[in-house]
């Protein structure tokens, strides 16, 4: 006997929307993505100026010049450089995955 015809069809529940946090991910890239500009701002000031200040957050702060310090004050820039680029990337993802999450939930509409 055919088992598609004797086997009794149980009743399933309704797809779930799946964009329902796609704003979450939207607002979190968005600020993510505020903090890269704000970022990237100082790191160009820091280069028009000539002076860099780290970003410590135990201890005290310090300042390099570029006259007076050329190799820390090039070593801190390339550090915060890849710390903002880092951060830039992760809002993308962010902002992607949102935007992933948002056509999804069109398409079940």
């Known amino acids: 006997m055919n088992q598609k015809r004797t086997r009794v069809r149980l009743p399933h529940p309704a797809p ?9 991910f939207l607002l979190f890239g968005g600020v993510l993505l505020a903090a890269t500009t704000l970022l990237g701002w100082t790191l160009v000031s ?6 860099i200040v780290t970003r410590n957050r135990a201890g005290p702060k310090l300042a ?3 006259v007076q310090q050329p ?24 902002l992607w ?13």
């Open 46 to 51: 820091a280069v028009l100026d000539g002076l």
């Open 16 to 24: 779930a929307k799946t964009g329902r946090g796609a704003w979450i």
């Open 71 to 94: 190799t820390q004050f090039y070593f801190e820039l390339l550090w915060q450089g890849a710390g903002t680029l880092l951060l830039g990337a992760l809002a993308v993802a962010a």
């Open 64 to 66: 390099y010049s570029l």
């Open 97 to 109: 995955i949102g935007r992933v999450l948002m056509g999804a939930q069109k398409k079940h509409r």
